[in-house]
């Protein structure tokens, strides 16, 4: 039975392949292209203390992205996360340090504003029927003005070294043993959903994965992140706050794949108006996805400032929007919709995060760095459409 199960994933797997569907291998195999060459070329990419540098500076976008993701699974598009998460920062700056407020009202006032906005987007498209792009350019402009009304007659607000806040962001790092144990609990989580998973196949007559394969799956796992634990703890060690981005991929990827709201989410990218016709509210689910991607994008914008330890008129700006939107597409993400994962703004980032570190560290400016990141998004993008026709074929076929 194992055996034949494997065959069956073995050709399931060729089959998705070959009709277009090819997840995530093309960004792993970019990803280690790049990690290649930059290893090439400077040997301190790979070091312990740049890897660590390089996994706590994706957080902040990374969780920007991953609310891209969320947006893109339903055809949609948010142009406003930069000036979103610039506008919270401010926010948050101003009633942490000059209001006087505690650090945790603070953050909760700026991811309020944040589900705010997110919220106001889709009672625009929802309603009047506005295309998310010029809702969300309008909203890039607006925001990015608030900001600067917000921090008026300063050019930059410091946050305390001291606050727990900055301290998360800069300097708190997770205890080895304590990373050890994340690592364990991750290997048992896969094995045990594993395991209830093939017993519930099992128990309704198909074929499932045998326990040696869980074994040898939970185990790998174990080997693998056990592996990058100990090699960054050769440095820093693994930072909280990427622990954080890390969580939430895991909680959305959890929610996308596993819940009535993540099918309802992919149903409409898919079709929009067969999802009307089973039943599902539309509404709901773009109101859903634009309150989350605002709310991240808040997150994120509080989290960069607590990086940097202040918030300045020109936080958000730059090229912080394209990089969130960059990693949700190179991640795997597609622009028509209705095909994605979380894990691709983890990995999408990660590719971006690279490319930075890499090209600073050969001293190249910021110049090369645009160009070799926009190539990498048209590529991504390229792929993305070549599938697309290949299943759109290979159904017809």
């Given amino acids: 039975m194992t055996t034949t199960l494997q065959r069956q994933r073995l050709k399931g797997t060729v089959e998705?392949?070959?009709?277009?569907?090819?997840?995530?291998?093309?960004?792993?195999?970019g990803l280690v292209v790049i990690w290649t060459v930059f290893q090439i070329l400077n040997p301190v990419f790979l070091s312990s203390r740049n890897l660590v540098d390089l996994a706590m500076d994706s957080a902040p976008v990374g969780i920007m992205a991953l609310g891209i993701v969320c947006v893109l699974l339903v055809g949609q598009i948010?142009?406003?996360?930069?000036?979103?998460?610039?506008?919270?920062?401010?926010?948050?700056?101003?009633?942490?340090?000059?209001?006087?407020?505690?650090?945790?009202?603070?953050?909760?006032?700026?991811?309020?504003?944040?589900?705010?906005?997110?919220?106001?987007?889709?009672?625009?498209?929802?309603?009047?029927?506005?295309?998310?792009?010029?809702?969300?350019?309008?909203?890039?402009?607006?925001?990015?003005?608030?900001?600067?009304?917000?921090?008026?007659?300063?050019?930059?607000?410091?946050?305390?070294?001291?606050?727990?806040?900055?301290?998360?962001?800069?300097l708190s790092f997770v205890p080895p043993w304590l990373a050890y144990v994340f690592v364990a609990v991750a290997a048992g989580w896969l094995f045990v959903s594993g395991f209830l998973h093939a017993r519930a196949r099992?128990?309704?007559?198909?074929?499932?994965?045998?326990?040696?394969?869980?074994?040898?799956?939970?185990?790998?796992?174990?080997?693998?992140?056990?592996?990058?634990?100990?090699?960054?703890?050769?440095?820093?060690?693994?930072?909280?706050?990427?622990v954080l981005f890390v969580a939430m991929v895991l909680v959305m990827h959890y929610l996308l794949a596993r819940t009535k709201w993540g099918k309802s989410v992919y149903a409409v990218?898919?079709?929009?108006?067969?999802?009307?016709?089973?039943?599902?509210?539309?509404?709901?689910?773009?109101?859903?996805?634009?309150?989350?991607?605002?709310?991240?994008?808040?997150?994120?914008?509080?989290?960069?400032?607590?990086?940097?330890?202040?918030?300045?008129?020109?936080?958000?700006?730059?090229?912080?929007?394209?990089?969130?939107?960059?990693?949700?597409?190179i991640g795997g993400t597609s622009l028509f919709g209705g095909r994605g994962t979380a894990f691709g703004a983890l990995l999408g980032i990660v590719v971006i995060q690279s490319i930075s570190s890499g090209l600073t560290l050969l001293n190249l400016d910021s110049s090369i760095r645009f160009m070799v990141t926009g190539a990498v998004l048209l590529l991504a993008v390229i792929v993305d459409s070549v599938a697309r026709k290949s299943r759109t074929s290979h159904g017809r076929a």
């Fill in 78 to 170: 948010d142009l406003s996360v930069g000036s979103v998460s610039g506008l919270s920062g401010a926010v948050l700056a101003v009633l942490f340090v000059d209001q006087g407020l505690p650090v945790v009202v603070a953050i909760l006032a700026a991811m309020a504003l944040g589900a705010l906005i997110g919220y106001l987007y889709a009672q625009l498209f929802n309603r009047f029927g506005v295309p998310s792009f010029v809702i969300t350019l309008a909203g890039l402009l607006a925001f990015l003005g608030l900001q600067l009304w917000v921090l008026r007659g300063k050019g930059a607000i410091n946050l305390p070294f001291e606050s727990g806040l900055v301290n998360f962001a800069q």
């Fill in 269 to 329: 990218g898919g079709n929009v108006e067969a999802a009307r016709r089973a039943a599902i509210n539309v509404k709901a689910a773009y109101t859903s996805v634009f309150v989350l991607c605002s709310t991240f994008a808040a997150i994120g914008g509080i989290l960069m400032a607590a990086r940097l330890a202040a918030a300045n008129q020109s936080s958000g700006t730059g090229d912080v929007n394209l990089n969130a939107i960059a990693a949700a597409v």
């Fill in 202 to 242: 099992r128990d309704a007559g198909l074929p499932a994965r045998g326990l040696t394969g869980l074994l040898v799956r939970s185990g790998a796992l174990l080997i693998g992140l056990g592996g990058v634990v100990w090699y960054l703890n050769q440095a820093r060690g693994v930072g909280w706050m990427f």
């Fill in 16 to 29: 998705s392949v070959r009709g277009g569907d090819l997840g995530v291998i093309p960004v792993v195999v």
